[in-house]
Nanobody, 123 residues
């Protein structure tokens, strides 16, 4: 089993930046990719981006491309989501998730999830 713990959420003004962290523990050797998703009140869970654990390849949703960056620290088993030029529409609970043998945006393919961290962007 893989356990994921997110941190770094908070309140920020529009145009500001925030960095989220996701620390993985347990059977981390089974992780193929780590994704970030978000869910705003009354909306479906939305794919944000993903990083392949082995080579660091990334893939982003169009809505965040150029503003958000995912990176990893293999030694710390931690993935980061650097968010810049934040907009009020980025307000959501952000989740990290781990997948085995999958690299993409389909949340149903992710088997382990963190508890989520709230990001609120004020206008």
């Amino acid at each position: 089993q893989v356990q994921l713990v997110e941190s770094g959420g908070g309140l920020v003004q529009a145009g500001g930046s925030l960095r989220l962290s996701c620390a993985a523990s347990g059977r981390t050797f089974s992780i193929y990719s780590m994704g970030w998703f978000r869910q705003a009140p009354g909306k479906e869970r939305e794919f944000v981006g993903v990083i392949r654990w082995g080579d660091g390849s990334t893939y982003y949703a169009d809505s965040v491309k150029g503003r958000f960056t995912i990176s990893r620290d293999n030694a710390r088993n931690t993935v980061y989501l650097q968010m810049s030029n934040l907009k009020p529409e980025d307000t959501a609970v952000y989740y990290c998730a781990a997948a085995q043998g999958y690299f993409g945006g389909d949340y149903s393919r992710y088997t382990n999830w963190g508890q989520g961290t709230q990001v609120t962007v004020s206008s």
